[in-house]
């Protein structure tokens, strides 16, 4: 379904652009019908431009992304509509999504002026009834409401709905847990799994480890725009051979265990974790690294963490 080969971002910086800041470097992954791909990394890693490539809300610099392999960067006018009817995005705050001054419904009547004008109202709302059920929302209590009468929680899946109404086959879902509590997160997180099991494909970018291994069925970890450890959910939170990963995974509090500081990491250790440069390559050999296969499709950014 989604195939990223190659992808590079370069963003122009610095006064009059002069300078450039390469965003994302040589990404590729892929994301299957009704799978669940976690894309994680820290603050400024390029998660969200990942998401934003893919949404055309910005432009590949290198590389490409296809769906059902068409290169998205050819699609214009109508075939780009087609897209967007496949392909929807959702982000982190859901009140930033919506003006206070209109309905919090206005997002769902935006989707009928731009993609349905000719379907009659009855059948539209029906359609929006099925959206609101899929998200467990009680029409009732949302429609005709103003973003300010409605919690976090239900202005997210109100988002979610809205991008439901267009039958998508994959969401990219930018840290749209983050904000809410803890409750509502396993209401979302449940949601999700629910969409995924009726085949949506999602492409789930958090920060956030713990949120990341209860969905996803493969993870891509993300550093400073490179891709250091991919594969199987399993494999990679069950068994992380890259530092930067081990580090993520260390960084997540437990119940059981009072907070410690990161673990000490062995500077003796040659691996891109270590010796990274900040253009992203690797201070022994000078290279960006590539990922090399620990165990079958379980991929590592530097051959020389497989040990
Ligand atoms: N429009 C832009 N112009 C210049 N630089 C940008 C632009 N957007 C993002 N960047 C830079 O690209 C890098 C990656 O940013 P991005 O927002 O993708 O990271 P992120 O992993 O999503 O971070 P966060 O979790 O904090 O949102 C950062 O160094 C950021 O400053």
Known sequence: MLELDGV????????????????????????????????????????????????????????????????????????????????????????????????????????????????PAARWREKVDAALEAVRLDPAQVLNKYPHQLSGGQLQRLLIARALLLDIELLVADEIISMLDASTRIDVLNLLADLKARGLGILFITHDLSLGHYLSDRAVILRRGVVVETGPADKVFGDPRHPYTRTLLASVPQLHRKWRSRPPIDSADPCAYHGLRADGSCEADGKVPALASVDGDHLVGCARLGQ
């Open 8 to 119: 590079g971002k370069t963003y122009k910086v610095g006064a009059f652009g002069g300078r450039e800041m390469a965003a994302l470097r040589d990404v590729s992954f892929a994301v299957r019908p009704g799978e669940v791909v976690s894309l994680i990394g820290e603050s400024g890693s390029g998660k969200t431009t990942l998401g934003r490539l893919v949404l055309r809300l910005a432009s590949v610099t290198r590389g490409a992304i296809r769906f059902d392999g068409t290169d998205v960067s050819r699609l214009r006018g109508r075939r780009l509509t087609g897209y967007y009817r496949r392909v929807q995005g959702v982000f982190q705050d859901p009140f930033s999504s919506y003006n206070p001054i209109f309905k919090a419904d206005r997002v769902l009547h935006a989707i009928r002026a731009g993609f349905f004008p000719g379907v």
